[in-house]
């Protein structure tokens, strides 16, 4: 059935999907278009931080008088979707960290130590083993490091018209009821702190239209030989001459017949799959993702790092919630620090543009410790980091078997 009411592109108006071709960053106001009657400018609309979707297709809807949508009609605020407030507050609402944590700061043996420097230089294709045989441990210095992280989970809902070819489905038009709000349809959600991305069209939405791109024609002209039935010759690139003789594929003409249209001129309309009509919608685009917050402390030791990025470590703590407070207890002062930095952070970043579906945060305790030792007299030292005990060294003694006497 044909939708009456159709917008300045001739798009069926759907009240509560505000779809533009102004920027989202745009304020709503001095650039709403001519045509459109102050009178219907909506009164408010959320700030928003970011939307990577760009509108394309996008008709003007008017006015609609439909609770939850009054002020989202035609503004400059593009597709984006502001989620319906959160019903839990920041940090403070949520469960407290216990108290009563332990925590115990494990630390590596000399054995573990001595160990992992064998492995390490095992791996190396010409190190000698004797220093490690031979050596005298002098100092174990363990510096206590830790990785802070805070993952948010988040969940954000953008739309815009789109297109698909007319099949023999049933079509899915404003007839069938007003189309549900846009965070009222409901959606699976993925597994928990994983990035997905489904889209899906908004029920209610879908009319038949021309297609746009051939005029209701089903063809459009040849995209490979832009109408002219005739390409360059690959063979000889077009100059009619091949090794210093007459092309033998085009005949010295430098030109070959078309093979995407066969000569006709005209290839089958993408858009419409050759039917000259198509089915009209708004697509709801559903963005799942995890965003990560990480800190390491300064360690106040030479060791990069960086380095860590490659290890594991061993996890002390970790909390799940829908909104976790920032740590407060935990006995290194820049770790707590850096928890409230985090949980204030991520809300207030993510609280107005998208629904948080689950906070976690985690403590690692990252193995670091630094062996003192020398070997035929010789004051050397390595670092033994990560849960897989690597060994990060400078100054090993003996860094080719061959002058090992
Ligand atoms: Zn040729
Ligand atoms: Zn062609
Ligand atoms: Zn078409």
């Known amino acids: 059935m044909e939708v009456p009411n159709y917008g300045m592109m001739g798009q069926p108006v759907q009240p509560g999907y505000p779809m533009n071709t102004a920027s989202p960053m745009m304020p709503p106001g001095p650039n709403y278009p001519p045509v459109m009657n102050p009178a219907i400018a909506p009164g408010f609309y959320p700030p928003i931080n970011t939307n990577p979707l760009v509108p394309q297709n996008a008709p003007y809807p008017q006015f609609s008088g439909i609770p939850g949508y009054e002020g989202m009609a035609g503004d400059g605020g593009g ?15 949520a469960l407290p960290t216990p108290s009563n944590n332990d925590w115990t700061i494990p630390s590596i043996s000399q054995e573990t130590a001595k160990q992992a420097l064998l492995d390490y230089v095992s791996g190396q294709c010409c190190y000698g083993s004797s220093p490690v045989q031979e050596m005298a441990i002098q100092q174990m210095k363990p510096f206590n490091t830790y990785r802070y992280r805070l993952e948010t989970f988040t969940e954000s809902r953008s739309c815009d018209w789109t297109t698909k070819p007319l099949t023999n489905e049933q079509l899915d038009g404003p007839s069938n009821g007003p189309a549900p709000q846009p965070w009222a349809i409901i959606l699976e959600p993925p597994a928990l702190f994983h990035d997905e991305t489904k889209k899906q069209p908004v029920p209610h939405t879908s009319s038949k239209k021309e297609c746009e791109e051939c005029h209701g024609k089903g063809k459009i002209i040849c995209q490979k030989c832009n109408g002219n039935g005739r390409v360059k010759c690959e063979h000889c690139n077009g100059s009619g001459r091949s090794a210093g003789e007459e092309c033998s594929q085009c005949s010295g003409t430098g030109s070959d017949g078309c093979k995407t249209c066969h000569q006709t001129n005209v290839q089958t309309c993408p858009g419409c799959a050759g039917k000259g009509q198509v089915i009209s919608y708004i697509e709801l685009t559903v963005t799942w993702k995890n965003n990560l917050y990480e800190f390491i402390p300064d360690h106040h030791s030479e060791f990069n790092t960086d380095l860590f990025k490659k290890v594991t470590g061993e996890k002390i703590f970790t909390d799940e919630q829908l909104l976790v407070p920032p740590l407060l207890n935990f006995p290194d002062a820049s770790i707590n620090q850096a928890s409230q930095t985090a949980v204030q ?5 993510f609280i107005s543009s998208s629904r948080i579906l689950k906070q976690k945060h985690s403590i690692e305790w990252l193995p670091l410790t630094k062996v003192e030792y020398s070997w035929k007299g010789k004051n050397c030292s390595y670092f033994v980091y990560g849960r897989e005990n690597r060994v990060e060294t400078k100054d090993y003694p003996s860094t080719c078997c061959c002058v090992i006497l």
């Open 79 to 93: 597709k984006f979707l502001p989620p319906p407030p959160p019903v839990v507050g920041p940090g403070p609402d």
């Open 345 to 349: 952070q991520h809300y207030s970043q």
